[in-house]
């Protein structure tokens, strides 16, 4: 203790101007500090009317090596309440309409990653397990039978700890918080969409909605599978929309 702790971001939390999330990042995060990682993401999740019914970014432990980005909380995590205050406010980040307070809701999560070579006080860990038991809906993030679980029982991530692109050192914190989302994996569909299928989903929708894929890439967010993607969607329209 203290303990530095960090987002490790895959999506539209790091570039959205609307829902609260340009006041998180300034009360919350130091934008200067944002550094690229390695992190194994796919697009996976299928969204509602909101985004056009196209693909946003889920973590999958089968997915070969993205780049994700890691951004520093301007607090220190000294206590297990501090650490819950961060997943309290990046849940209310994702997930404006919120009651405060929440960390999950059937859609996804936000889970835990530890440095596995930093000591991390077992009162943390302790507290943080108590707190995913009370979240209803908590770790309803489904996998493919070849992944096995993304999160356990005590709501840690079960992914491999980030390394920085340029350079290749791991990740300089102690603690990192992300959302996990639940991918559109059911017995009637066990595997993930195929490249196909996710430019399909934003050539139908159209250019306003493919801007989440071509934003992720503006801010260093990729997927192992995007230069296929890439391939197959439509031109991006100038200047985007």
């Known amino acids: 203790?203290?303990?530095?702790?960090?987002?490790?971001?895959?999506?539209?939390?790091?570039?959205d101007a609307e829902r609260g999330r340009p006041e998180w990042r300034e009360d919350r995060l130091d934008m200067a500090s944002v550094r690229t990682v390695t992190a194994p993401i796919r697009y996976g999740r299928l969204s509602g009317k909101g985004r056009g019914f196209t693909y946003t970014m889920v973590f999958s432990r089968s997915a070969g090596t993205g780049h994700a980005v890691v951004v520093r909380c301007t607090r220190d995590v000294s206590t297990p309440a501090d650490l819950v205050a961060e997943a309290e406010a990046l849940w209310k980040a994702e997930q404006p309409g919120a009651a405060p307070g929440r960390i999950a809701d059937y859609w996804g999560c936000v889970a835990l990653l530890c440095n596995p070579d930093r000591t991390i006080p077992g009162e943390v860990l302790k507290a943080w397990a108590e707190r995913v038991a009370e979240e209803p809906c908590y770790g309803n993030v489904s996998y493919a039978q070849t992944e096995g679980r993304l999160i356990n029982q005590n709501g840690l991530l079960l992914i491999d700890w980030p390394r920085l692109v340029e350079g290749g050192e791991p990740v300089p914190?102690?603690?990192?918080?992300?959302?996990?989302?639940?991918?559109?994996?059911?017995?009637?569909?066990p595997k993930y969409p195929n490249v196909n299928q996710i430019a399909g989903a934003w050539n139908a929708a159209g250019s306003r909605y493919a801007e989440y894929f071509w934003k992720n890439t503006d801010n260093g967010i990729r997927t192992f599978e995007d230069d296929q993607i890439r391939v197959l969607l439509h031109?991006?329209?100038?200047?985007?929309?």
């Open 173 to 189: 914190l102690d603690l990192l918080l992300a959302t996990a989302n639940d991918p559109e994996i059911s017995a009637t569909r």
């Open 1 to 15: 203790m203290p303990l530095k702790a960090g987002i490790l971001v895959i999506g539209s939390l790091l570039w």
């Open 235 to 241: 031109p991006r329209e100038p200047g985007g929309v």
